[in-house]
């Protein structure tokens, strides 16, 4: 088993910056890759980044890539994602994710095995 714990969330404004972190217990935090996902309102869960177990190599969406940056400390058992240059549309539920397997990139929120709770961010006009 796998906890995982978001927070960071919060409401910005456009332009602003906000940093998520996620910590994990209960398993070998390097071998896992972590993931960010979140839900808008009204639609489905999406893709954000993610890292890899080593943490040396990441993949974005489209919509994030050069504003994002997915980052792990593995001694600290912990995720981030600093996020830069917010628009409103990035509004959503932001959530964790860890994979057990050795596919990677992995955005299919199917193919993570473990979920954090949630983490709420609003960016205002």
């Known amino acids: 088993q796998v906890q995982l714990v978001e927070s960071g969330g919060g409401l910005v404004q456009a332009g602003g910056s906000l940093r998520l972190s996620c910590a994990a217990s209960g398993r070998t935090f390097s071998r896992l890759t972590m993931g960010w996902f979140r839900q808008p309102p009204g639609k489905e869960r999406e893709f954000v980044a993610a890292?890899?177990?080593?943490?040396?190599?990441?993949d974005y969406d489209n919509s994030v890539k050069g504003r994002f940056t997915i980052s792990r400390d593995n001694a600290e058992n912990t995720v981030y994602l600093q996020m830069n240059s917010l628009k409103p549309e990035d509004t959503a539920v932001y959530y964790c994710?860890?994979?057990?397997?050795?596919?990677?990139?992995?955005?299919?929120?199917?193919?993570?095995?473990?979920w954090g709770q949630g983490t709420q961010v609003t960016v205002s006009s």
């Open positions: 890292v890899r177990r080593s943490g040396g190599i990441t």
């Open positions: 994710a860890a994979d057990l397997g050795l596919t990677f990139p992995e955005r299919r929120p199917g193919g993570y095995d473990y």
